[in-house]
């Protein structure tokens, strides 16, 4: 193997990156992987497809919805440590529940463009993610009996998962990037000094 990468020097990753690499690795995940994209396709490639992928700001929106529910419940968490916050963090608990919504809805359409490595990670961050959702939304339900504080907190554990897978997708492995802004329009010294990454993903 090339030890060097776009000019820089590769080593052996660090055990959390292994970790994550894992998914990436994970064979087993093509079938179901592979049921949304191919049920998805169609949609994802029309105008509103488009729209939903982030075409009109130039990347996508996924990563801006996801804001709305991750704030809202790491602020219920910090809510959670004061005497009388207990019925502000209920309250954001359900803003985190009815924001997660339109954050799936824009990681499914992201979904299509994906590449079988990609995917694996998606499947397992989407997985991650659909648990968080039910441990809070059992936590709300919970917070109204006087309780769900451990719930939140597993929840808000399996959000940090989540997250970190991705990141993974979105950084390491580079789905979305330069989707609607070629390389060729740039400038190669802009970019990556004399030797530019090609885009992962092109849409």
């Known amino acids: 193997m090339d030890p060097s990468r776009n000019g820089h020097s590769r080593s052996r990753p660090a055990w959390a990156h292994r970790v994550l690499q894992a998914a990436e690795d994970a064979r087993f995940l093509d079938r179901p992987a592979g049921l949304p994209a191919g049920a998805l396709r169609g949609a994802a490639d029309g105008p509103l497809g488009r729209v939903l992928r982030g075409r009109p700001l130039g990347h996508p929106l996924h990563p801006i919805a996801v804001t709305v529910p991750i704030g809202a419940w790491v602020c219920s968490a ?11 963090a209920r309250r954001l608990v359900a803003t985190g529940l009815l924001a997660a919504p339109a954050a799936v809805v824009l990681g499914l359409a ?3 463009g994906l590449d079988v490595r990609q995917r ?15 441990l809070f939304a059992a936590s709300y339900a919970a ?8 719930l939140g907190a597993l929840g808000l554990a399996a959000v940090g998962v ?4 991705g990141g993974h997708l979105a950084y390491a492995q580079g789905a979305g990037v330069f989707r609607w802004q070629p390389l060729d329009d740039l400038a190669p010294a802009e970019v990556a000094g004399d030797r530019p990454a090609r885009p992962r993903n092109p849409a």
């Not at 910090?78 to 009388?84: E, Q, R, S, T």
């Not at 989540?162 to 897978?165: D, H, Q, R």
């Open 78 to 88: 910090v809510f959670d440590l004061l005497p009388d916050g207990r019925d502000a």
């Open 120 to 134: 694996r990670v998606a499947l397992v961050h989407a997985a991650g993610n659909a648990v968080a959702t039910t």
């Open 143 to 150: 917070r109204g009996r006087g309780g769900g504080r451990l």
């Open 162 to 165: 989540g997250g970190a897978l």
């Open 110 to 112: 992201d979904y299509t």
